[in-house]
């Protein structure tokens, strides 16, 4: 069992940077690939970056790279997401989760409560 909160969320005007942090429990957190979501409102919920087990490789959504950077510290149990350059599109709840495999797809096995983002014009 994993559970994860997610912090760092708030409003914050075009072009600025929000971090986000997600914490897990539990001793296997290394074990579990790492993804980041995002939800607007009336709209799906989204992939946005992934992370491996290890930290070495990463995907994002197209949108988002060169703006957004997942990373993580395995000895805190910590998951990030550097979010620079921000536009009102990205305004939406941010979702951590964690799955043993990689995949975009919504169906990571464990999911944080989320964090919301707004961004003003």
């Known amino acids: 069992q994993v559970q994860l909160v997610e912090s760092g969320g708030g409003l914050v005007q075009a072009g600025g940077s929000l971090r986000l942090s997600c914490a897990a429990s539990?001793?296997?957190?290394?074990?579990?690939?790492m993804g980041w979501f995002r939800q607007a409102p009336g709209k799906e919920r989204e992939f946005v970056a992934y992370?491996?087990?290890?930290?070495?490789?990463?995907y994002y959504k197209d949108s988002v790279k060169g703006r957004f950077t997942i990373s993580r510290d395995n000895a805190k149990n910590t998951v990030y997401l550097q979010m620079n350059s921000l536009k009102p599109e990205d305004t939406a709840v941010y979702y951590c989760?964690?799955?043993?495999?990689?995949?975009?797809?919504?169906?990571?096995?464990?999911w944080g409560q989320g964090t919301q983002v707004t961004v003003s014009s």
């Open positions: 989760a964690a799955n043993r495999v990689f995949t975009t797809a919504t169906t990571y096995e464990y």
């Open positions: 539990g001793r296997t957190f290394s074990s579990y690939a």
């Open positions: 992370i491996s087990k290890s930290g070495g490789s990463t």
